[in-house]
């Protein structure tokens, strides 16, 4: 079992629609919880992230972290055509002033179609 | 300002050459990581530099990987005799690394899509 399991999708969807996204993972030490967006022949970009368990909202944009079910989730609220991309979940264990490397998912390709 | 770079953007070789793959990343950043993006593994983390200390090699997948971070700033990444399980794009990303930081964010660069034949 992978240490972070993200279904690949791919996912289509109308322009409006609330877009979920979710990860699990198995590794008890991870306590940051990254979302990637990935655009197509670009690097990831950070989009949100959240420490521990809890929420956090961004304008159209909400990450959940469950960690006693070990799950992780990204809404995206009236999704738009500008959101089609690939979403990678991301996670580290809790940083001692330094970097940690990350343990992605294998990302979710999302298309909003007008 | 200018983000992290890699060149080239893209590589096609014959099995059994020798690539090297180029990240230079945002001025000031001392970490600097690379990680492999291949069709179902997802993106895997390769290697990770950090000022003067030795690099973190654990994700290195064989003994033809290997990489070198001249000046704390600009690394290559080196794929010796490549194979065709090779392919991939390959992205490189740095981070401040601040002491005492929350969140210590990575900025990718855009990546180096490898094609071995």
């Known amino acids: 079992q992978k240490e972070v399991e993200q279904d690949p999708g791919p996912l289509s969807v109308p322009e409006g629609a609330i877009v979920s996204l979710n990860c699990t993972y198995s590794?008890?030490?991870?306590?940051?919880f990254m979302w990637y967006r990935q655009y197509s022949r670009k690097g990831p970009e950070l989009l949100m992230y959240?420490?521990?368990?809890g929420n956090k909202e961004d304008g159209r944009f909400t990450a959940q972290v469950d960690k006693s079910s070990k799950y992780i989730s990204l809404f995206i609220r009236d999704s738009q055509p500008s959101d089609s991309a690939t979403y990678l979940c991301?996670?580290?264990?809790?940083?001692?002033?330094?970097?940690?490397?990350?343990?992605f998912g294998k990302g979710t390709k999302l298309t909003v179609n007008p | 300002g200018a983000g992290v770079s890699q060149s080239p953007s893209n590589k096609v070789t014959e099995k059994g050459k020798d690539v090297e793959l180029r990240c230079d990343p945002i001025?000031?950043?001392?970490?600097l990581y690379w990680y492999r993006q291949s069709l179902g593994q997802g993106l895997e983390f390769l290697i990770y530099?950090?000022?003067?200390?030795?690099?973190?090699k654990s994700g290195l997948p064989s003994d033809r990987f290997s990489a070198e971070r001249t000046g704390g700033s600009v690394s290559t990444l080196t794929i010796q005799r490549t194979q065709q399980e090779d392919s991939a794009v390959y992205l490189c990303?740095?981070?401040?690394?601040?002491?005492?930081?929350?969140?210590?964010?990575?900025?990718f660069g855009p990546g180096t899509r490898l094609t071995v034949l």
């Open positions: 001025s000031g950043h001392t970490a």
């Open positions: 959240t420490y521990s368990s």
């Open positions: 530099f950090q000022g003067n200390s030795a690099p973190d």
């Open positions: 590794n008890s030490a991870f306590q940051y």
């Open positions: 991301a996670m580290s264990p809790i940083t001692q002033g330094g970097s940690e490397k990350l343990v």
């Open positions: 990303a740095s981070s401040l690394a601040l002491a005492g930081a929350t969140l210590d964010e990575q900025f």
